[in-house]
């Protein structure tokens, strides 16, 4: 079986370049994309933690990872909207112009 | 001739009794009232101070009606209402009010005659404008001179007998307009502070020896036998007791209240004051107060004598008091031959007759002494009313060589004044003078110790005929000499004069020796009408003593004065025969001269010396403090401005530039913000690894 650690690994190397992509790209929907990986990530550690943890035979990780895959899609949704937004609104996906949100 | 039948004591208070304290309580609210109201409401004034006399005379008369049932029953009436003032620790202040024989007649005497002066006053005070602020005095020394009266604790008789003083001060400077009344005001009330002193050391030793303040509290008071007792076995120095010492310092008090030497100095200057006030306050009520103190303390004073079974006056305090008064009362009336003014006369009479009261209590007796000061408060009250009405109907003129042949223009004025004058003189049988000074000469010609008090008394009593027959006949008498055209006084003047006139015919026969019912009523036992006592040789070779004391008074004063009607400018009749002594007389012994040469001199250089302490050691001490605080105060500020403002300063600088770098960050970029998230999760997750918590 293959131990928990590789899990771990995979889902951190994962969690890493969604992260890299959040903060570095450019396009809105690309860091909407690096979001949805380090979410993923975050799943898989769950699963993982569930399976290897002190009661696999109760479902408490597979419901956490459906209820975050939800939410995801929720969140997913509502990201996409306000980018299409702002599109509509700037003729632009850019992030680094999206600054108009300091106070 | 007396049955002395021990009384039945009688203690508890009665009705009349609780309610004593109105006596004294309304007229001192008379005043309140007064004092408060605006200066034109002269009618409201008088008309207060009057009503509230009058009710506390219709109580007086209740309570000394309430005395003599009892004392008719054979009850020794000595009612008392006690409660504490104030609590200080385990000590109480305690005040009360005592009704007993004493007190009784004293309230009666008080008000009554209290009462006819603010009358009078109404007539003489007339034309002042200051009408309402008399009668707010006035008022206010009836209600502590009542408060005097019925004190039973030493302490609460202080305080009406200080309030007595003040009040004293205000009226004497009554016309404060004169500096002669501001000066004799200023004088009267030092003065006597110099006796109240000793007073008050008399009453705080009397406090620290006996524990208590009252006179009387049902067997613990300090005037029982139980306190006495303790106080006669402590001894001070000069082998007097506690209770001896004691006594003189109260004494002192007294002496200084009621003129006696060396402190009479006062009482002849405070004649500058409205003439009722001299009628009310120096002849009548206030100077009496020093006697009735001493009446009031008597078993402190005779405390000695009685425990070893001798006669109440052979106390060494009762034997000062004699010294004391025989020497007054000569001294005084020596003085009273040489002076012209018609009212410092009647003062030196006073201050004379004050020292037969008090040689009377040391060598009679409360009794004795009472009893002149009874009759001598209506006579003298009579005399200075007279002399009042003389003034105010000469126009205000005093000196008694001005005046003259005034027995025609005020004929009531004379012939009540003539009454006056008679009882002074003690003119036998006829006039209530005579019985009080004879009991007095009586007394002191029995007295153990010694028989020169009682020449004394008998060549003050020449005396004291020869200077008034001098003055009746300056005044009445000859020719008018005056420039101003005389008149009667009003009605309202006249009345209070005939009124008292018949008193100090009349009230003689209360205490003569055939029916001594005064000094029964007094002293607590039953008396009778014992026509015999008036045959008795003793008595008898007294009565002529005085027959003779009169003649050669009245005749003396007769011959040089009477019906000559002298010139102003002319020297007197008596100066001519004996210049060196008369000098010596009309200066009044010099006495004013001897204390500003010797006491005020003293403190006008102790004045100086205080002077210059103050300016040159104290003065310079405090601006040395006040050099040093001041530079204290600029090191102050310059700190405060430099470095407390500097560094406030500072740190509000620094924070306001903190803030423009932390706004920064907040720049509206999404990525930035992750950032710094992202940052700051792997700071978190490294301390958290290596400080060894996975």
Redesign the interface.
Known sequence: MTPLASYLIVAALIFAIG?AG??TRRNAIM?LIGIELMLNAANLNLIAFWRYGPHPELLSGMMFAIFSIAVAAAEAAVGLGLVISIYRHAKTSD??E?????? | MQEAIAFTPQIDASSIARWLWLIPALPIVAAGIISVSKQPRRKLASSLAIGSLGISLLIAIAAFAHVLSGWSHGYAVREVVNFSWLTVGTQAVELGWVLDPLSAVMLVMVTFVGLLIFIYSTGYMEHDENYTRFFCFLALFAGAMLGVVIANSILLLFMCWELVGLTSYLLIGFWYQKPSAAAAARKAFITTRVGDIFFLLGIVWLFAQTGTLLFYDHGTGSMEPLALGGLLVHHSHWGLTAAGAIGLLIFAGAAGKSGQLPLHVWLPDAMEGPTPVSALIHAATMVAAGVYLIARVYPLMSAGAVAHGEAPGTTTALMVVTWVGASTAVFAALIAVAQNDIKRILAYSTVSQLGYMMAGLGVGGVAVGMFHLITHAFFKALLFMGSGSVIHGAHEEQDIRHMGGLWKVMPWTFYTYAVGMLALCGVPIFFSGFWSKDAILESAHGWSLSHAPYYMLVFGAVLTAFYMTRQVSYVFFGEYRGHSHAHESPRVMTTPLVILAVFAIGLGIIGTPAWPWFRAFLEDHTTSVEMHAFAEPAWLMLLLTSFIIVIVGIGLGWWLYGNKSPRAEEPDALEKSIPAVWTVLANRLYIDELYGATVIAFYYWWAKVADWIDREIWGDMVSTVTWLFNHWARLNKFLDATMVDGAFDKGCEEVYNGGGVLARIQNGRGQIYLRLLAVAVVILAAILIWSGHP
């Open positions: 992260l959040a903060l860091v992030v680094e999206m600054n108009r949100m300091k106070g």
